[in-house]
């Protein structure tokens, strides 16, 4: 009875908080790009979030290698045999993508992220499917979030105990949703992860939320804002979150595009051609109103890429074109 309690208290405190800055009902994409209705008042699915906090097994752990960089190994929850006959490598950097809502293990993204890496060199690359959660209606989906971070960083301590796979070479990106679900991920390891990234982090719900991404969820966490901005109805988060925060031609509308859906799916774009190229620059500005003019001046900073010791802080804008590489 106490955990029903405490996800309808958390569910309502941050719809209640965010009618400010949301209408009740608002258009929200699938991984695919069509638009959902979304009530942020209604009521989540309870029995099943219960469920989900006790199953951390509900995640599922995908492996691409260069030695299988197109058909995955599944990576098992306590059950050692499941990495030691994979091809999971403890000496090469691990990656973890993860995707939003109503999508899976292979919408767009985590192919697109996967290839990025692995054309730059040796990474264990792994995808997390949290589908079961993530096909649910979106309150019931953004109530899950932490339970499903929570399990995806007891299984990274899992992997560290089992191979010895440091958390210094770990590199956690997620999108939308998934943005604050690494972030979580990073939380339940104590900030230990080297890299957290959240690409176009899920804004509904998570404005005022204290479980959505932030500074202390790792070494260095970045965050890119693309579809910022809830008053031209912005799926994104549009305020800084993290250490540094990249907020590309002003983070609300990017070049090319003429909807929400393109603008907010530029954020994994962008990152995975910073991976391949390092070539996207931002600038640090002193307030938002300077990254709206696009008039910082300040000292420069490299967006994305897959630098595992990178530092920085503070809020960035960056100029890109409108086709790839951007």
Known sequence: MKILVFISLFVYASSTSERELYPRYIQFPDGDGEMHQVDLEAQPDVEFLNEIQRNAANNQYLLYTRRNSRNSQ???????????????????????????????????????????????????????????????????????????????????????????????????????????????????????????????????????????????????????????????GGLGIGTAIADADFFPNGGIRQPGCLTNVCNHNRAWQLFASTVTRNHLEGRLCSSMTQVNLNSCRGRSLRMGNDILNKRGSGIYRVDTRGSYPY
């Open 74 to 232: 599944r990576l098992l929850m306590n059950d050692a045999n499941s990495i030691r006959n994979s091809n999971f490598n403890a000496q090469h950097p691990t990656v973890v993508s993860v995707h939003g809502w109503l999508s899976n293990q292979n919408t767009q993204i985590n192919p697109t992220i996967r290839n990025a890496f692995l054309g730059k060199g040796d990474y264990n690359v792994i995808i997390l499917d949290w589908s079961r959660l993530a096909r649910r209606d979106y309150v019931t989906a953004a109530a899950g979030v932490p339970d499903v971070g929570r399990g995806l960083g007891q299984f990274l301590n899992f992997l560290h105990q089992t191979t010895g796979a440091p958390f210094d070479k770990m590199h956690l990106v997620g999108f939308s949703l998934g943005a604050h679900i690494v972030g979580n991920a990073g939380r339940e390891l104590r900030g230990r992860i080297a890299r957290v990234t959240g690409l176009d982090p899920a804004g509904p719900l998570w404005n005022l939320n204290r479980n959505r991404l932030s500074p202390s969820d790792g070494v260095y966490v970045e965050a890119i804002h693309t579809d910022s901005g809830y008053t031209v």
